[in-house]
Structures are given as C-alpha cells and as structure tokens.
C-alpha cells in the first residue's frame, strides 16, 4: 500500500510540477490551443480526451460499488485532466487502507 501510495504521489508531484511551468508559460487556454496547432497535437488531444472519458467511466463505476461518490474527480478531470484519477486513485487507496484498519 505504502508503495502505491508513494508512487502516486510522485506521479501526482512530477505531474503537478510539469502543468505549473506550462501553465506560467502558456496560460490554461494556451494548453488547449496548442491541442489544436496542427493535426499531430489535435490527436493527442483528441486521444487524451478518450482516455479521460473512458477513465471518468471507470471511476462512476468503481465509486457506486465501493459507497463513494464520483463527481468531484469526474470534474476534476474535465478541468485538470490526469489530476482527477490520480486523486481518485489515492482516495481509494486510503479507502482502502481505513477499510483493513477497521477490520482488525
């Protein structure tokens, strides 16, 4: 669990420390204007809008299952994108980790 946890973390870190410099460099609509500077950046952005949706998918329905509710990562990822599952993914693992707490 420790190790999963510290994992996404970083992920989360490196992440969050990459869209703060493209953020100072370009602004929030900058990033997406550059999704749309040429057909090779509008299929990343058009992939990455996939993946995000079919992650979103993924988190309703692992959240209805597990008693939780989804939405605040579902707009997390419309907003911020790969933020929300990583959020999501380490609420789950504390989740996770109080549930096997409790049970002992």
């Not at 993946?51 to 419309?78: E, K, Y």
Request: aromatic share 12%; with cysteine.
């Amino acid at each position: 669990m420790q190790a999963k946890a510290f994992l996404l973390g970083a992920v989360l870190l490196v992440f969050g420390a990459i869209s703060l410099m493209a953020l100072r460099e370009v602004g929030y609509l900058g990033i997406w204007q550059s999704g749309l500077a040429n057909w090779g950046a509008f299929q990343v952005l058009v992939d990455l809008v996939i993946a995000c949706a079919l992650i979103c998918i993924w988190m309703v329905s692992d959240a209805r299952q597990r008693g939780t509710n989804p939405w605040p990562f579902v707009a997390l990822t419309l907003v911020f994108g790969a933020f929300g599952p990583l959020l999501y993914l380490l609420f789950r693992l504390r989740q996770d980790h109080s549930a096997s707490l409790s049970a002992t």
